[in-house]
């Protein structure tokens, strides 16, 4: 399993764009990078997946580079609602004995 | 969206007793599902993959006969405690993933706060 570091907490202001990098230099092939967020005493919510270039939805952008060995999740304009903490996981579907394993994840600070 | 389903939000029990938790999928089939615990300030730590017609899957230090999982349906697996004591007290977690899907999207109940007195 493709171990996962990310910076352990990041303070932002509202308004402002956060980007939060994730290091996975073991990511297999076929490994997709997944984001999760998660508020207190609530489970994970989806964010963002992918598994190269650049994937963007209602809420975010995921960078990945060629090497696939670390991704960007960008939050643009936050607001004082995003301050939560933010997982990176690396998983292969369907493979054989599959599971998810958190890192520590990052902590956002969102300040008015 | 896909929703998981996970009950009770909150339980406080006596010391010595069980406590089961469920997690449900409520619109899509989940062969395998997972369960976590996670300490205040801590990152979510996974105990065991559930396997649906098979015995779950532990991790390692988690004790089997401890936590009891169930996994009879393709949208329900429970978690037992049993013979809850106070150290066991901790925010517990299911996750599931479509079956029919090949990413690797998870999708996670809203977790269950148990307190042992």
């Known amino acids: 399993l493709a171990k996962t570091t990310q910076p352990i907490s990041m303070d932002s202001y509202e308004g402002q764009e956060v980007n939060i990098t994730c290091s996975h230099n073991?990511?297999?092939?076929?490994?997709?990078i997944t984001w999760y967020q998660q508020f207190p005493s609530q489970g994970p919510r989806f964010i963002i997946q992918?598994?190269?270039t650049k994937v963007t939805n209602e809420v975010a952008s995921l960078f990945i580079p060629a090497d696939r060995k670390s991704s960007t999740l960008s939050l643009p304009r936050v607001s004082l609602s995003d301050t939560a903490v933010y997982y990176c996981l690396v998983g292969a579907p369907l493979s054989g004995g599959f599971k998810t394993i958190f890192g520590a994840g990052t902590r956002l600070f969102v300040k008015a | 969206g896909a929703v998981v389903s996970q009950h009770p939000s909150w339980v406080i029990c006596k010391s010595g007793t069980s406590v089961k938790i469920e997690c449900r999928s409520l619109d899509f089939q989940a062969t395998t599902m997972f369960w976590y615990r996670q300490f205040p300030k801590q990152s979510l730590m996974l105990m065991a993959t559930s396997n649906e017609g098979s015995k779950a899957t532990y991790e390692q230090g988690v004790e089997k006969d401890k936590f009891l999982i169930n996994h009879a349906s393709l949208t329900l697996s429970t978690l037992t405690v049993t013979s809850a004591h106070p150290e066991d007290s901790s925010f517990y977690i299911c996750?599931?993933?479509?079956?029919?899907?090949?990413?690797?999207?998870?999708?996670f109940g809203s977790g269950t706060q148990l307190s042992v007195l």
């Open positions: 992918g598994y190269k």
């Open positions: 996750s599931a993933r479509n079956q029919l899907t090949t990413n690797e999207k998870l999708f």
């Open positions: 073991n990511i297999a092939t076929n490994d997709y």
